[in-house]
């Protein structure tokens, strides 16, 4: 996977969380994503920013143009500053939250992508990556 | 630091969301319409999302309980014009806004609104159509 174009910022609080959906958005109509696609992404980023806020206190988000083959997408990482996740299988689960929400924050985005990768090392930390594909 | 305007109009309150949602502001809504709902006595509260171009599990939380909140407080709440690729990332996300009810749009939701209230006062509020 090849990439194009990179773009990093620091999510510390909530206005981060907007100025992060913010940039996702133009990079999804930059990309020439179609305006659900753009939803479903910008969706995730909230998601998946704000999980970094509440959980970790922050952390980093690097939203990168990628190509593969003739495909391109955009691949955006988030980098948790916290302590990682003891129980990944059960943080993935529907319904299940640590933090008074919803519990659909990360199973929710895995389904508004086309690809979810989520690591966890406790002690580490955490960094959940997702890609969007054209 | 920025609110969401809440306009008293007979005995609905009125929302609109204009800008983007962050957690406080949400939270700040929450708050003012409850206790707007309980100074003013209205008994339908509108909130016009069609400007928003998210919402996501907290925005969505926060509309369910805040149709909670009112309804317990003898108020109803209506929340209208969500977008279609909204709606599809919803469902998608997995979100069905328990509790919340919806209408199409502006108009469509103050006809359920009076609709609704309209067996307790049955003069004021005739729906009005001139399309």
Same mark, same amino acid.
């Given at each position: 996977?090849?990439?194009?174009?990179? /773009? =990093?910022?620091? =999510?510390?609080?909530?206005?981060? =969380?907007?100025?992060?959906?913010?940039?996702?958005?133009?990079?999804?109509?930059?990309?020439?994503?179609?305006?659900?696609?753009?939803?479903?992404? =910008?969706?995730?980023?909230?998601?998946?920013?704000?999980?970094?806020?509440?959980?970790?206190?922050?952390?980093?988000?690097?939203?990168? /143009?990628? /190509?593969?083959?003739?495909?391109?997408?955009?691949?955006?990482?988030?980098?948790?500053?916290?302590?990682?996740?003891?129980?990944?299988?059960?943080?993935?689960?529907?319904?299940?939250?640590?933090?008074?929400?919803?519990?659909?924050?990360?199973?929710?985005?895995?389904?508004?992508?086309?690809?979810?990768?989520?690591?966890? /090392?406790?002690?580490?930390?955490?960094?959940?990556?997702?890609?969007?594909?054209? | 630091?920025?609110?969401?305007?809440?306009?008293?109009?007979?005995?609905?309150?009125?929302?609109?969301?204009?800008?983007?949602?962050?957690?406080?502001?949400?939270?700040?809504?929450?708050?003012?319409?409850?206790? %707007?709902?309980?100074?003013?006595?209205?008994?339908?509260?509108?909130?016009?999302?069609?400007?928003?171009?998210?919402?996501?599990?907290?925005?969505?939380? %926060?509309?369910?309980?805040?149709?909670?909140?009112?309804?317990?407080?003898?108020?109803?709440?209506?929340?209208?014009? %969500?977008?279609?690729?909204?709606?599809?990332?919803?469902?998608?996300?997995?979100?069905?806004?328990?509790?919340?009810?919806?209408?199409?749009?502006?108009?469509?939701? %103050?006809?359920?609104?009076?609709?609704?209230?309209?067996?307790?006062?049955?003069?004021?509020?005739?729906?009005?159509?001139?399309?």
């Amino acid at each position: 996977m090849k990439t194009i174009e990179r /773009e =990093v910022m620091q =999510v510390a609080n909530e206005a981060g =969380v907007v100025t992060a959906r913010r940039m996702a958005r133009d990079h999804a109509i930059r990309l020439g994503l179609n305006l659900v696609n753009q939803t479903k992404l =910008v969706t995730a980023v909230s998601e998946l920013a704000r999980n970094m806020v509440v959980y970790a206190g922050g952390g980093k988000v690097t939203i990168e /143009e990628v /190509e593969a083959g003739i495909k391109r997408g955009l691949r955006i990482t988030f980098a948790y500053n916290g302590p990682g996740i003891t129980d990944l299988e059960l943080a993935m689960r529907d319904g299940y939250t640590t933090g008074g929400g919803l519990g659909q924050g990360l199973p929710g985005s895995r389904r508004l992508v086309n690809e979810f990768t989520i690591n966890s /090392e406790v002690g580490v930390g955490t960094t959940v990556t997702i890609i969007k594909w054209k | 630091m920025d609110k969401i305007p809440i306009l008293k109009m007979g005995q609905f309150l009125l929302v609109t969301i204009q800008v983007d949602m962050h957690d406080r502001l949400a939270m700040t809504l929450q708050d003012d319409l409850t206790r %707007m709902v309980g100074t003013s006595g209205a008994h339908g509260v509108l909130i016009d999302i069609s400007a928003l171009d998210i919402v996501d599990s907290f925005m969505g939380r %926060m509309l369910s309980s805040i149709a909670s909140m009112t309804r317990i407080m003898d108020a109803e709440t209506v929340v209208v014009g %969500m977008q279609p690729a909204v709606a599809i990332t919803l469902v998608e996300l997995g979100l069905s806004l328990p509790g919340v009810l919806t209408a199409l749009n502006v108009d469509k939701g %103050m006809e359920m609104l009076t609709t609704r209230l309209g067996s307790s006062r049955g003069d004021s509020k005739a729906s009005h159509e001139d399309d």
